[in-house]
C-alpha cells in the first residue's frame, strides 16, 4: 500500500465542521485516481494530509491515522514525508520561489542532501520529462501559465516520490496545454508512479485514471472505476459530468459513452440511431434559430490595434456585439483574450483603429464613465472585495457612479441569494459565495454588456448550473453577455455567438456551429469541437451514407 | 564594495567631489550597459531627489541642499549597481557564507522575487476596481483611494505567504542538513574587491580633499 487512511476525521483551528470526516482509503502501488466532489467536499485537505500538511503545519483537530509508504503521518515531520508523497498545489505562483527554473528543481535536491552527481541526474530527469529543455535559466514568474505549472510539477517529479498529487492542476490550462499535462501524467503512470489527481470536470483526465472517489462533506460517497461510479447517482455531488455521458442522461438512454466512437456503438447496440439523431438534430436547429442576429449593436470594434512593448497583441481586430446576445471569446492562453477584454471599457485604448459603445466613440471618455455600460466579473474576486460589509461591496460601484437603484439591487440580493448574508464581511464567505458577489457589485450600475472572465475555472457543477441560470435572466433582460473562456462545453452550451481569437486577430467570428465547422480556424486557434458537435456530425454522415 | 562607496559618499562633503563620484558611477553604469534600466530607475528616484532638495534648500541653505541631493543620487546609484549585478541568490549565498541562519538569507532572496508578482497583482486590482466606475487614474487619486487598492491586495498577499510557507515545507524547507548544488565561495576577485575597497576606504579619510 502506498497510501493507507485510517478513520481520519480532521478541522481547521477555528471552524465547526469537519474538513474530513471518517475517511478510510486505500490506494496501491502505481494506481491512479481521480478525486472528484463539490467545492468544499475535502478534496484539497485530503491532498494535504496525504503529505502531512495536515496537521502538522494547519494545525487543528484530528483523529485517525495516515500512513504514506509506511510511514505515519501523525509521527514524521513534512521534511521526511515529502520525498515519498509530492504535491503539486493550486497556485502555480505561489510555489516557485527560486531565481531560475533550474533552481526551482533543484531546490528539493538540496533538501535531500544529494551528492553533486545524483542531482545533475535527476534534474535531467525532471527537466526531460517536464518538457523545460529549453526554459531552465528563465525566471519562473515570467512563464506563460502552463510553463509555470510543468516546472511545479517538474520541481516535484525531480525528489521522484513514489505518491503524486495534482490538485486541481487543469484549472488554467488552455486545451493544448492540457493535453501536454495530460501526456506527462501518462508517462508518470508507466513508470509506476502512483498519482491522485483532484478535478471538477472529470472528462479532462477520465480516460487516464484506474478509479475515481467522490467526495461529499468529507467522506468517500463513492468509490471504483470511472463506469461503476458514472452508474451511480452522483449528479448531486457537484461534478461535472463527460460531455457525452450528460446528454444519454437528458435524453433517458442507457448508456456512458466516454468518446464519440462509444456513443455511436452504443446507439447501434440498442437500435436508437435513426430516432436518436433526429431529435439531437432538431434540438441543434432550434438553438439556432432562437436568437437572431438582428437586434441593435452594442459594441463595434473597427479594425483595433494595439501593441505591448513594440510588439503587436491585437491586429486588425473587428467585429459587432449586438443586445442580448451570449458571446464566448475563445483561443489560447496569451493570444491577447485579456488585452481585448480590457478595451471595452476603456482600461486600455486602441493604437488606431475605433471602439463605439453604442453608436458612441469611446477614445476620449474615461474608465468611470464607460463601466456605466460595462460591467466586469473578473476571475479572482479577491481583486476587487475591500468593503466591510457585503451590502456596501455591492453598492459600491453604483455609489461611485451616482446610480444607486435600490429596487434594482435588492432584485440582485435576491438572485444571488446574498440576502442572508448582507452583514458579513466579503472576506469570511467562500470563493463560491465571493464570486456571486462580484457577480452582483457588477450588475449594481446596471450595465448594458457584463464581461466574464473566465467564470468556470475552479468552480463545481453546482456553480455552472447557476451560471448558466444567470445568463439566460441577462439575455432575457437584453444585456449582452461576454464569456472569456476555455471551457468549449460551456461555451457551446451557452454562447450563440463566438469570437476566435489566434496570434492576436480574431480567425473565426459566428455561431458555435460554424465556429466548429471550420476546422482550419480550430487548429489554427488550439481547440477541438465539442464532443456533442463531434457525435452530431458522425450522426449526420451516417444518414448521408445511408441516403 | 557597495557599503565602502556609501561610507566614502556619506564623508564626502565637497560637491566637487560629489560630482566627481557620481561622474565615474556614471561611467561605470554605461560600461555595464545599464543606461536605459539607469534612467527608468531615476524616474522614481528623480521625484524623491527634487522633494529632498526643495525641503533642504527651504531649510538650510542651497549648497546643503545640492550637496546632500548629489548625496542621495550617488548614493541610489550605488545600491542600483549593487542589485543590477548581484542576483539575490549571490547576496542570499554571501549572507550564508557569513554565517546568517539559512531561514533568515533564504527569505531575504525570496522576498526580491516576489515583489515583481505582488506588481502584477497590483495591476489587476488596480483594473479590477476601476472596472466598477472608482476613478483611480494615477497621482493623488492613488492616495485619496488607497484602501480601495490596499484591502485586497493586503488580503491577497497574506493568503500568497501561507500557500508560500506550504509549498516550501513541501519541498523540504525545513530540513536540518541542506546541501548546496553551487558551494558558494570566496574567490581571489572577491579578495581583491575587497583589498581595494579598504585601501580607498584609508585613504579617504586621510585626503584633505573630502
Not at chain 2, 92 to 111: C, D, H, Q, T
Request: a neutral charge; one cysteine or more.
Amino acid at each position: 500500500m502506498i497510501l493507507r487512511f485510517e478513520g481520519v476525521s480532521y478541522r481547521y483551528p477555528g471552524t465547526e465542521s469537519w474538513a474530513l470526516n471518517g475517511l478510510d482509503l486505500t490506494l496501491r502501488p502505481g494506481e491512479s485516481v481521480l478525486i472528484a466532489g463539490a467545492s468544499g467536499s475535502g478534496k484539497s485537505t485530503l491532498c494535504r494530509a496525504c503529505i502531512g500538511l495536515v496537521p502538522h503545519f494547519h494545525h487543528g483537530e484530528w483523529t485517525g491515522k495516515v500512513f504514506v509508504d509506511g510511514l505515519d503521518t501523525s509521527q514524521h515531520p513534512v521534511y521526511e514525508l515529502f520525498r515519498h508523497a509530492g504535491l503539486v498545489f493550486q497556485n502555480t505562483d505561489a510555489q516557485l520561489f527560486n531565481q531560475t527554473v533550474e533552481s526551482e528543481l533543484t531546490y528539493g535536491l538540496e533538501s535531500l542532501g544529494l551528492a553533486h552527481g545524483e542531482i545533475e541526474q535527476r534534474l535531467n530527469w525532471a527537466s526531460r520529462l517536464a518538457e523545460l529543455g529549453d526554459l531552465m535559466d528563465r525566471p519562473p514568474h515570467l512563464l506563460s501559465g502552463g510553463e509555470k505549472q510543468r516546472v511545479a510539477l517538474g520541481s516535484i517529479l525531480a525528489l521522484r516520490p513514489r505518491l503524486l498529487l495534482l490538485d486541481e492542476p487543469f484549472t488554467h490550462l488552455d486545451p493544448e496545454s492540457t493535453e501536454g499535462l495530460r501526456r506527462i501524467l501518462r508517462v508518470m503512470k508507466s513508470e509506476g508512479m502512483a498519482l491522485i489527481l483532484v478535478e471538477h470536470r472529470l472528462h479532462e483526465i477520465i480516460h487516464d485514471v484506474d478509479r475515481i472517489i467522490v467526495l461529499h462533506q468529507g467522506k468517500i460517497a463513492a468509490d471504483g472505476s470511472p463506469d461503476q461510479v458514472l452508474a451511480r447517482e452522483i449528479s448531486d455531488y457537484g461534478l461535472n459530468l463527460p460531455p457525452l455521458v450528460r446528454l444519454f442522461r437528458q435524453m433517458g438512454l442507457k448508456g456512458r459513452p466516454l468518446s464519440v466512437e462509444d456513443a455511436i456503438k452504443e446507439l447501434k447496440d440498442q437500435n436508437l440511431v435513426t430516432p436518436f439523431s433526429a431529435r439531437l438534430l432538431e434540438e441543434a436547429k432550434k438553438a439556432s434559430i432562437s436568437f437572431s442576429r438582428t437586434s441593435p449593436p452594442i459594441i463595434e470594434a473597427e479594425d483595433i490595434c494595439f501593441s505591448y512593448h513594440g510588439l503587436p497583441v491585437l491586429q486588425n481586430i473587428h467585429f459587432k456585439l449586438l443586445r442580448g446576445e451570449s458571446v464566448a471569446l475563445v483561443g489560447r492562453n496569451g493570444t491577447g483574450k485579456t488585452t481585448l477584454i480590457k478595451h471595452l471599457n476603456g482600461l486600455l485604448r486602441p493604437h488606431s483603429g475605433h471602439l463605439k459603445i453604442l453608436g458612441q466613440e469611446t477614445l476620449r471618455r474615461p474608465v468611470s464613465e464607460l463601466s456605466r455600460h460595462v460591467g466586469f466579473v473578473w476571475q479572482n474576486p479577491n481583486d476587487q472585495l475591500f468593503q466591510p460589509t457585503v451590502r456596501e461591496e455591492v453598492l459600491t460601484g453604483p455609489e461611485a457612479l451616482g446610480s444607486y437603484d435600490p429596487s434594482w439591487c435588492d432584485e440582485l440580493f435576491n438572485r444571488f441569494g446574498l440576502i442572508s448574508l448582507l452583514k458579513r464581511s466579503p472576506f469570511t464567505l467562500s470563493e463560491g459565495q465571493k464570486k456571486r458577489v462580484s457577480f452582483a457589485a457588477a450588475l449594481a450600475v446596471k450595465p448594458e454588456l457584463i464581461v466574464l472572465d473566465e467564470p468556470t475555472a475552479g468552480q463545481d457543477e453546482l456553480f455552472r448550473r447557476e451560471l448558466a441560470k444567470f445568463i439566460v435572466e441577462l439575455q432575457r433582460e437584453e444585456r449582452t453577455v461576454v464569456l472569456v473562456t476555455h471551457d468549449l462545453e460551456f461555451a457551446a452550451e451557452h454562447a450563440n455567438h463566438w469570437l476566435v481569437l489566434a496570434n492576436g486577430r480574431i480567425i473565426a467570428d459566428g455561431p458555435p456551429e460554424a465556429v466548429m465547422a471550420d476546422s482550419k480556424a480550430m487548429t489554427k486557434a488550439g481547440l477541438r469541437p465539442t464532443q456533442r458537435y463531434q457525435l452530431i456530425q458522425a450522426l449526420k454522415g451516417m444518414r448521408k451514407n445511408k441516403a | 564594495m557597495a557599503f565602502v562607496a556609501t561610507i566614502l559618499l556619506m564623508i564626502f562633503h565637497q560637491w566637487t567631489s560629489l560630482t566627481a563620484s557620481l561622474g565615474i558611477l556614471m561611467m561605470v553604469v554605461l560600461l555595464l550597459h545599464l543606461g536605459l534600466p539607469w534612467l527608468n530607475f531615476l524616474k522614481g528616484l528623480g521625484f524623491a531627489c527634487f522633494t529632498f532638495f526643495i525641503i533642504a534648500w527651504l531649510a538650510f541653505d542651497l549648497l546643503t541642499a545640492v550637496v546632500s541631493t548629489l548625496r542621495l543620487l550617488a548614493i541610489g546609484t550605488v545600491f542600483f549597481l549593487f542589485f543590477q549585478t548581484t542576483p539575490p541568490e549571490a547576496l542570499s549565498n554571501a549572507l550564508l557564507k557569513m554565517g546568517v541562519p539559512y531561514p533568515f538569507a533564504f527569505v531575504l532572496s525570496a522576498s526580491m522575487q516576489f515583489v515583481p508578482v505582488l506588481v502584477r497583482r497590483l495591476a489587476n486590482i488596480r483594473d479590477a476596481q476601476r472596472a466598477r466606475g472608482i476613478p483611480i487614474e494615477g497621482g493623488l487619486s492613488l492616495l485619496t483611494h488607497l484602501p480601495v487598492l490596499a484591502g485586497p491586495l493586503l488580503i491577497q498577499a497574506f493568503k500568497f505567504a501561507d500557500e508560500l510557507a506550504e509549498a516550501m515545507e513541501a519541498r523540504g524547507f525545513g530540513i536540518p542538513g541542506r546541501r548546496f548544488r553551487h558551494e558558494p565561495r570566496f574567490r581571489w576577485m572577491d579578495w581583491m574587491a575587497v583589498g581595494i575597497s579598504v585601501v580607498v576606504l584609508v585613504m579617504a579619510f586621510w585626503s584633505p580633499y573630502r
